[in-house]
C-alpha cells in the first residue's frame, strides 16, 4: 500500500515559482512510475511530469506545456517526490496531484495510476 501526501501548493504571481513535493509512506521499496498531474477548473486531469521511484534519477518525462519550465525530481532517502514549477503563467493554475502507478507503465494514462493524493492548490495570478 502507497500513501501518498502533497505539500507546498499557493498563490503566487505570474512569472513566479513554486516547488510541490508529495511524500510517500506504506510501501517505499517497490519501483513506481510517479507522476504529477494537475486539474484545472471544469478541465480534465492531465499529467504533467513523471519519473521512476525509487530510481536513479535520469528517467524524466513532461508534459510539452510545461517543457524547460517545470523539473520532477525524486529523493529516494526521504521517500519525497518533487515538482519545481518555474515561469508560472495563469494557465498552470490548477490542483496539483500526486501519483503513482506501475513501473511498466510510462505515461499520462490517470487510469493506470493506482495510488493518488489529496491534492495541493496552485494558483498563478496575473
Known amino acids: 500500500q502507497v500513501r501518498l501526501l502533497e505539500s507546498g501548493g499557493g498563490s503566487v504571481q505570474a512569472g513566479g515559482s513554486l516547488r510541490l513535493s508529495c511524500a510517500r509512506t506504506?510501501?517505499?521499496?517497490?519501483?513506481?512510475?510517479m507522476a504529477w498531474f494537475r486539474q484545472a477548473p471544469g478541465k480534465e486531469r492531465e499529467g504533467v511530469a513523471l519519473?521512476?521511484?525509487?530510481?536513479?534519477?535520469?528517467?524524466?518525462g513532461y508534459a510539452d506545456s510545461v517543457k524547460g519550465r517545470f523539473t520532477i525530481s525524486h529523493d529516494n532517502a526521504k521517500n519525497t517526490l518533487y515538482l519545481q514549477m518555474n515561469s508560472l503563467t495563469p494557465e498552470d493554475t490548477a490542483m496539483y496531484y500526486c501519483?503513482?502507478?506501475?513501473?511498466?507503465?510510462?505515461?499520462?494514462?490517470?487510469?493506470?495510476?493506482?495510488?493518488w493524493g489529496q491534492g495541493t492548490q496552485v494558483t498563478v495570478s496575473s
Open positions: 519519473t521512476d521511484a525509487p530510481g536513479t534519477g535520469t528517467s524524466h
Open positions: 506504506g510501501d517505499t521499496s517497490t519501483r513506481y512510475t
Open positions: 501519483a503513482a502507478g506501475p513501473e511498466y507503465y510510462w505515461g499520462f494514462d490517470r487510469g493506470r495510476y493506482n495510488y
